[in-house]
């Protein structure tokens, strides 16, 4: 079945950096554009970014341009995301999803980043 | 990059219908067919419920239907049931090339 695995989350200080990975099974990754969506504690979904089949196509929430990059492996089936200079309201859960006609499905089961001195 | 504007909460009685709204612009939910919605149960991870405005991914209950008017897209829940209960997300392409998510609708059961 078609699933996708988040890993790389944990603490760091504002400024720092963290990279995410998102392994991919149960599907042919390379067919699908792929993106990232975080969720602040208690908030509401908010979308961060997302890559074509090929990665010539790259979007990005104007809150992370210029300090998030958004790349993908299609030999080992993975998407990341690298996340620099970190800020506090950068603490969520990161979700990587599966994206279709400019919808997800599925999500991972979430990696959570905390952003704190 | 504004967030679609949907109402904070919603509420219904089993067997009910409810309406959840989701307002954007014409840059976004009017101006294209890629409004998608999404169901999250408290600690679950988000599911999509309907996608471009009115489509039921394969396992979704047909209790659940999307349409659009406008600048305005709907969720509506018919025969509402107490695993219903959830936060409800509304989505949409933009003309930026970006997505945008709404700010979430609690719908309580009661």
């Known amino acids: 079945q078609v699933q996708l695995v988040e890993s790389g989350g944990g603490l760091v200080e504002p400024g720092g950096s963290l990279r995410l990975s998102c392994a991919a099974s149960?599907?042919?990754?390379?067919?699908?554009?792929m993106g990232w969506i975080r969720q602040a504690p208690g908030k509401g979904l908010e979308w961060v970014s997302y890559i074509s089949t090929s990665a010539t196509i790259i979007y990005y929430a104007d809150s992370v341009k210029g300090r998030f990059t958004i790349s993908r492996d299609n030999a080992k089936n993975s998407l990341y995301l690298q996340m620099n200079s970190l800020r506090a309201e950068d603490t969520a859960v990161y979700y990587c999803?599966?994206?279709?006609?400019?919808?997800?499905?599925?999500w991972g089961q979430g990696t959570l980043v905390t952003v704190s001195s | 990059q504004s967030a679609l504007t949907q109402p904070a909460s919603v509420s219904g009685s089993p067997g009910q219908s409810i309406t959840i709204s989701c307002t954007g612009t014409s840059s976004d939910v009017g101006g294209y067919n890629y409004v998608s919605w999404y169901q999250q149960h408290p600690g679950k991870v988000p599911k999509l419920m309907i996608f471009?405005?009115?489509n039921r991914p394969s396992g979704v209950s047909n209790r659940f239907s999307g349409s659009k008017s406008g600048n305005t897209a709907s969720l509506t829940i018919s025969g509402l049931q107490a695993e219903d209960e959830a936060d409800y997300y509304c989505s949409s392409y933009t003309s930026s090339r970006t997505l945008v998510f709404g700010g979430g609708t609690k719908l309580t059961v009661l």
């Open positions: 471009e405005v009115s």
């Open positions: 149960g599907f042919t990754f390379s067919d699908y554009y």
């Open positions: 999803a599966r994206e279709r006609v400019s919808s997800f499905d599925p």
